[in-house]
């Protein structure tokens, strides 16, 4: 951890992806939704800018939980490879690489078997709670075999 006081202002990096008076909490409560590995932190919260910025990571061979929200999401992935399910598309992700999620779109990342997925996400300030896929839903998102295979994991 840095020596250096945490400000309003400035968050010095304490260490890989961590800053100074952020915490690393869960991803979500136990038993909210199916999600394997996965912490998240909350960057910058702030009402007037209308917006949240959270890094999330997922250790290796975790995944998030498979949802949609009415809102959209901004991300970044700042750390290691894995995929990510958007709509009905699977994609290949690594550092650099920018995600765009629209509203009522299927998400999920799932990190490589070898290192952890850090990403960057920003979302509204106030958003709705997750959706979570019927078994109607799963079906249809199985149909396509790539998309079968990524969401089976």
Known sequence: MSDRPASPVHRAQADAMRWDGVDVLA???DGDAPYRDVTRQILFDDPSLACQLRYFEVA?????TLERHEH?????????????????RVYAIAERDL??????????????????????????????????????????L????????FIAR
């Not at 999401?73 to 700042?78: D, K, L, P, S």
């Not at 199985?142 to 295979?149: E, F, H, L």
Request: charged content about 20%.
């Open 27 to 29: 991803y979500k409560r």
């Open 60 to 64: 290796p061979g975790g995944h998030t």
């Open 72 to 88: 959209a999401h901004a991300v970044m992935v700042a750390l290691g490879r894995g995929e990510c399910l958007v709509g009905d």
């Open 99 to 140: 995600v765009h999620i629209p509203p009522l779109t299927w998400h999920q990342f799932c990190a490589g078997a070898d290192a952890p997925l850090g990403f960057l996400c920003m979302v509204n300030g106030v958003r709705d709670r997750p959706q979570l896929p019927s078994a109607e839903d799963l079906d249809t």
């Open 142 to 149: 199985s149909r396509d075999p790539a998309v079968a295979r």
